[in-house]
């Protein structure tokens, strides 16, 4: 008996866990298609095949919803970028290699608008800044720790400076995101923020 409902329990645990996924895959592309204020709960129900009431069974609002789509999103991506970060021979290299994976991500169309266009509409500003510190700064310090214990840094305060780093790079990013030329301006927020960080951080040999 024991056994039987163990599986029973294992198997609505797994049919939540599936259903929170197509929620989460199908509100992503509906946020993205429709943008947040457009987009109806409906719709997303409709494209992940279930019912209104299984979102309300799993997130107590639209904007609950898009958050779940922004966390994902957010741990996703910076998991990419403090990989290919850590990976380089050095800090100066991994510091490099980690902006470009990440202005990589930025420049695709769905992380932009999603995490960036749309983020700051549907959460307000202070819970979108939020979430992006929970993600970012820490990806932020991890390629600092690195440069540290290499003695690579010239500055003390990893804190802030890590704040610091994060505030210059959404400035960039919202930049970019309404830029009419956005290469140019990946560009140009490419080369201000790898100067800046040569102020901080040293590279191979110097």
């Known amino acids: 008996m024991r056994s039987m409902v163990t599986t029973a329990r294992t198997r609505r645990e797994e049919y939540a866990e599936a259903t929170y996924s197509a929620l989460v895959e199908s509100a992503a592309e509906c946020f993205f298609e429709h943008g947040f204020a457009a987009t109806s709960l409906d719709e997303v129900a409709r494209r992940a095949r279930v019912t209104k009431g299984a979102i309300y069974h799993h997130f107590a609002s639209k904007r609950d919803l898009f958050m779940a789509v922004l966390e994902q999103h957010e741990e996703r991506e910076a998991g990419r970028v403090l990989e290919a970060g850590l990976a380089a021979p050095d800090p100066w290299s991994g510091l490099v ?12 169309p769905h992380y932009q608008r999603l995490c960036w266009v749309e983020g700051p509409a549907a959460l307000g500003f202070e819970d979108w800044w939020e ?19 290499a003695g690579a840094l010239v500055v003390v305060d ?11 790079v959404c400035a960039g990013v919202l930049a970019m995101a309404r830029s009419e030329d956005a290469a140019a301006e990946r ?12 102020g901080v951080l040293k590279a191979p040999g110097s």
Request: hydrophobic letters at 55%; charged letters at 30%; one cysteine or more.
């Open 97 to 108: 290699i980690a902006f470009d994976v990440f202005l990589d991500i930025i420049s695709e």
């Open 158 to 168: 990893l804190d802030m400076l890590a704040h610091v780093i994060f505030g210059a």
């Open 131 to 149: 979430c992006g510190e929970r993600h970012e700064i820490e990806v932020i310090r991890g390629i600092l720790d690195r440069a540290d214990a």
């Open 187 to 198: 560009e140009r927020f490419r080369q201000v923020v790898l100067t800046m960080m040569a």
